[in-house]
C-alpha cells in the first residue's frame, strides 16, 4: 500500500467510529429530549393550580393530587433532616479527624457499599426493623428513617467533597492561635463548608422525594386523601401515586391525564431541588473565587 | 479564640515567662469538651460500618427461619413460587433468571451506547459541546424511575406488542429497554472518568508520532482506562439489577419460569413477561403478614439480590483502584 492509500484508509476508519460515537450521544440527547416532550405534552393538559392543591375524588378519578405532594414534602424533610446531622459527623470525622489507615478503609468501603445496595433492600430492612421491631407499622417515620439510611452515602460523601474544599491555610491559622480542634472546626471550617454541605443536602432531598421502592414497603398509602398530622401515619406520596394510577388503578385509562399530570410534577419537583442545589454551588464557588 | 493560660501569666507575673507547654495549656472543661466532640464524631464516622453489618444481620436474622425451613437448595433451584398456597413452595430461581435476563439485556444496550458516548464527551466532543453533554447526563441520573416506568408503560410496551406481534407488551424485552435508560448515565460517568484520568502525556507522545485522533482512542486511551471501563459495566450491572420500580411496572410480573424450548434447548424467553427479585419484594412485601413464613422468605429474596450486587460492587471497586494504581505507576 502507498503512504497516501494507507492515510486514506486511516481517515477513512476515523471518520466511521467519530460517527458511530456522535450518533450514539445524539441517541442519548435525543432520549432525555423525547421524555421530556412526552411528560410535559402530557401533563400539561391537566396541571393547574388546583389540580396541584385539591384533594383527589370518586377514588382518585378526579380531583388534584395535593395530599401525595405534602406527602413528599414531609418524608422527604424529615429523610433530611435525619440524614444531614450523621452525615456531615461523619464527613467531619473522615475529614478532619482520620488518619489514614486501616479504620478509613474500612468505612470508606462501606460507603461505597451501602451506595451499590439496591434500594427495596433498604425497603425491606425499613420494613423489618423500623416497621416492625421498632413498632412505627407503616408510617411517615418508619419511611423517613429507611429512605434517610439510604441517602446517608450520598450526603456523606457531599458533605465531605465541601469539607475538602476549605482551604488548608484556614484550619492552620486556627490552629497556630491556639484554638483547639473542635474550636478550629466549629468556628472556622463549617461555616466555610455550609454551602457546599447545604447543596449536597437538597441533592439528596431531591433522590428522597423520586424514590419509590422502599416508601412502598415502609409507609406509602394506596389512597389516603388527608394531610398527616403525625409521624406514625400513612401517608401518600407522589411517586407511588403515579405507580398506582399507572398499574394497580382499576380504570388505568381513566385516570391516565393524572397519570401524566402527576409525573410532571414530580420531574418538575425534582429539577426544582436540583436546581437550587447547582445554584448554591455556583453562586459560592464565584463568591469564594473573589476572596 | 481563647488563651486563658497566657493572659493570666501577663496578669499576674512580672517576669513572664511563656514555655510551649504553657502557650498550649487550655482549660480543662475545653479539653474534656474536644475530647467529647472527638469520640462523638469518630462515632458518626464508623456509622456507615454498623449500618451494613447491621443491614446483613437483619436480613439474615429475619430469613433464617425461612432459610431453615425450606432450605437454601430449594430458594435457588426451586423452579416455582407459591407463598401462599397450602403447602407453600419457595423456589425463586425464576426469579433469579429474569432479574438476569432484564439486565443482560440492558447492558447489551447501554454498554455500547454509554461507553460510545463518553468516547465522544471525554475524546471528540470541543470544549463548549463538552460542557453542554455533561448536565445531559446528570438530568438523565436524577429522573425518578417510577417516571421512565411509566414511560415504558405508555410507550415502549405497544412498540413492543406490535412489533413482535404480542398480545401484551410488558415483556422482558420492554424492561431491558427501559432500564438501558437507566444504567445510562452510571455507565457513561464512570467510563468517562476513567478516559479523563488517561494521562495526557500518553496521547501526546502518540499524537507525535503521527497517529490519528482515532487511533489515539482505540490504541492508547481505551487500553489505557480499560479497567475502568469494565468497572462502570459492573457497576451498570449492579445499577440495573437492583432497580424495582422501572421493572416492576415494564416486566409484567408474571410468575413462571421465563424460558421455551427452541430445537430442543431450553432457551431463556424474552418475549414473555417476567418478574425479577426486585419486582417480586415490592409486590409481596407490602401486604405480607409480620413474622410470618413468607416474610421470612421475602428477606431470603433480598439476601440473594445483596450478595449479588455486593460481589458486583466489590468487582468494580477493586478494577477502579486497579486503574488507578497502574497509571499512577506508570
Redesign the interface.
Known amino acids: 500500500m502507498t503512504n497516501a492509500a494507507l492515510t486514506k484508509k486511516k481517515r477513512y476508519t476515523q471518520s466511521l467510529w467519530v460517527t458511530v460515537c456522535s450518533l450514539f450521544t445524539a441517541i442519548t440527547v435525543g432520549t432525555l429530549l423525547f421524555l421530556f416532550y412526552w411528560i410535559v405534552v402530557g401533563g400539561a393538559e391537566v396541571i393547574s393550580w388546583s389540580f396541584i392543591t385539591q384533594m383527589p375524588e370518586q377514588n382518585m378519578t378526579a380531583g388534584g393530587i395535593w395530599p401525595a405532594l405534602v406527602g413528599t414534602v414531609y418524608v422527604s424533610l424529615l429523610t433530611i433532616a435525619i440524614s444531614v446531622p450523621l452525615g456531615i459527623g461523619a464527613a467531619i470525622y473522615l475529614n478532619e479527624y482520620a488518619k489514614q489507615g486501616r479504620l478509613v478503609r474500612l468505612i470508606r468501603l462501606s460507603i461505597r457499599n451501602l451506595s451499590g445496595v439496591p434500594s427495596i433492600v433498604y425497603g425491606l430492612f425499613g420494613l423489618g426493623l423500623f416497621a416492625a421491631t421498632f413498632g412505627f407499622g407503616r408510617s411517615l417515620i418508619a419511611a423517613a428513617l429507611t429512605l434517610a439510611i439510604m441517602v446517608l452515602p450520598w450526603v456523606i460523601t457531599g458533605a465531605e467533597e465541601a469539607l475538602k474544599a476549605v482551604p488548608r491555610s484556614f484550619r492552620e491559622g486556627g490552629l497556630a492561635l491556639g484554638a483547639t480542634r473542635w474550636q478550629m472546626i466549629r468556628q472556622l471550617v463549617l461555616p466555610s463548608a455550609i454551602p457546599g454541605m447545604a447543596t449536597g443536602s437538597i441533592l439528596g432531598l431531591a433522590r428522597a422525594a423520586g424514590e419509590t421502592a422502599p416508601i412502598i414497603l415502609t409507609g406509602a398509602a394506596y389512597y389516603l386523601p388527608i394531610i398527616p398530622h403525625d409521624i406514625k401515619e400513612q401517608f401518600m406520596a407522589l411517586p407511588y401515586h403515579l405507580y398506582i394510577l399507572a398499574t394497580q388503578h382499576s380504570e388505568t385509562a381513566t385516570v391516565r391525564p393524572i397519570a401524566y399530570g402527576t409525573a410532571l410534577v414530580l420531574i418538575l419537583l425534582v429539577i426544582l431541588l436540583n436546581s437550587v442545589a447547582i445554584f448554591i454551588r455556583n453562586y459560592y464557588r464565584r463568591k469564594n473565587e473573589w476572596l | 479564640?481563647?488563651?486563658p493560660s497566657?493572659k493570666t501569666n501577663v496578669e499576674s507575673t512580672q517576669s513572664v515567662v511563656v514555655t510551649k507547654q504553657k502557650?498550649?495549656q487550655?482549660s480543662f472543661v475545653?479539653?474534656l469538651?474536644?475530647y467529647l466532640?472527638?469520640k462523638?464524631?469518630?462515632l458518626?464516622?464508623?456509622?456507615?460500618?454498623f449500618?451494613?453489618l447491621?443491614?446483613v444481620g437483619?436480613?439474615i436474622r429475619?430469613g433464617s427461619d425461612a432459610l431453615r425451613e425450606v432450605g437454601i437448595s430449594e430458594f435457588i433451584f426451586g423452579q416455582s413460587w407459591y407463598p401462599s398456597s397450602s403447602e407453600p413452595r419457595y423456589g425463586a430461581l425464576p426469579f433469579i433468571i429474569s432479574s438476569v435476563m432484564v439486565t443482560v439485556g440492558a447492558l447489551l444496550l447501554a454498554v455500547?451506547?454509554g461507553i460510545?458516548?463518553a468516547?465522544?464527551?471525554s475524546e471528540?466532543?470541543p470544549k463548549r459541546l463538552k460542557e453542554m453533554?455533561k448536565p445531559?447526563?446528570e438530568?438523565?441520573a436524577?429522573?425518578?424511575?417510577?417516571?421512565?416506568?411509566?414511560?415504558a408503560?405508555?410507550?415502549i410496551s405497544p412498540i413492543v406488542a406490535n412489533v413482535f406481534g404480542l398480545s401484551n407488551g410488558l415483556t422482558a424485552v420492554t424492561a431491558a429497554v427501559i432500564l438501558s435508560?437507566m444504567a445510562?448515565p452510571t455507565i457513561?460517568s464512570i467510563a468517562e472518568d476513567s478516559l479523563n484520568s488517561v494521562p495526557s502525556d500518553f496521547k501526546e507522545g502518540a499524537y507525535a508520532l503521527g497517529a490519528?485522533?482515532?487511533?489515539v482512542?482505540?490504541n492508547i486511551s481505551l487500553p489505557a482506562a480499560k479497567s475502568g471501563i469494565i468497572a462502570a459495566v459492573m457497576?451498570g450491572f449492579?445499577r440495573a439489577?437492583?432497580?424495582?420500580?422501572t421493572v416492576?411496572?415494564a416486566a409484567g410480573n408474571a410468575i413462571d419460569m421465563p424460558i421455551q424450548h427452541f430445537l430442543g434447548l431450553t432457551v431463556p424467553d424474552f418475549l414473555t413477561s417476567v418478574r425479577t427479585l426486585?419486582a417480586n419484594?415490592?409486590i409481596e412485601?407490602?401486604d405480607v403478614a409480620?413474622?410470618s413464613l413468607h416474610y421470612s422468605a421475602?428477606?431470603v429474596v433480598?439476601m440473594i439480590?445483596?450478595v449479588i450486587?455486593?460481589i458486583?460492587?466489590?468487582i468494580a471497586?477493586l478494577l477502579i483502584n486497579r486503574q488507578r494504581g497502574a497509571l499512577r505507576n506508570d
Request: a negative charge.
Open positions: 479564640m481563647r488563651l497566657l502557650l498550649t487550655k475545653t479539653n469538651g474536644d466532640m472527638e462523638l464524631f469518630l458518626l464516622g464508623t456509622l456507615a460500618i449500618i451494613l447491621l443491614i437483619f436480613l429475619e455500547p451506547w460510545f458516548t468516547i465522544f464527551i471528540i466532543a453533554l445531559v447526563v438530568i438523565f436524577i429522573f425518578p424511575s417510577v417516571v421512565l416506568g411509566f414511560i408503560l405508555i410507550v435508560v445510562l457513561i490519528t485522533k482515532w487511533e482512542i482505540k457497576l449492579g439489577v437492583g432497580e424495582t420500580m416492576l411496572m426486585t419484594i415490592a412485601g407490602s409480620w413474622g421475602l428477606f433480598g439480590l445483596f450486587t455486593f458486583v460492587n466489590l471497586d
